[in-house]
């Protein structure tokens, strides 16, 4: 199957449109978490397990806060949603294209 025939096909276009949307309604969801102090469950687990004070932090990662870093916290979002669902999206092709050569 060529790349023409898959955006041909119906269910990649709304499969692509689909995830369209969602990558532009990331920051909105950033905003919203903000605005009603939303915090990770595991955070939460370790302050009330009293192991929060303890923690000892790691190197910023890529993706630290499901954000690009240095773009602040809307546009942030935004690139990391769009970096994150290009590489999901890039490594499922890829595997299903090794494992369609295979058969």
């Not at 689909?18 to 969801?29: C, D, E, N, R, S």
């Not at 978490?33 to 397990?49: D, T």
Request: glycine content about 12%; aromatic content about 6%.
């Amino acid at each position: 199957m060529s790349v023409r025939t898959a955006a041909d096909d119906e269910w990649v276009q709304r499969s692509l449109a689909g995830l369209t949307v969602m990558v532009l309604l990331a920051p909105v969801f950033a905003w919203a978490a903000a605005r009603v102090g939303y915090s990770e469950p595991m955070e939460n687990a370790a302050e009330a397990a009293g192991a929060a004070s303890s923690a000892v932090a790691t190197d910023v990662s890529l993706l630290s806060g499901y954000a690009l870093p240095g773009l602040g916290p809307h546009l942030g979002t935004l690139g990391g949603a769009l970096l994150g669902t290009a590489l999901t999206l890039a490594l499922g092709v890829g595997f299903a294209r090794l494992l369609a050569t295979e058969s």
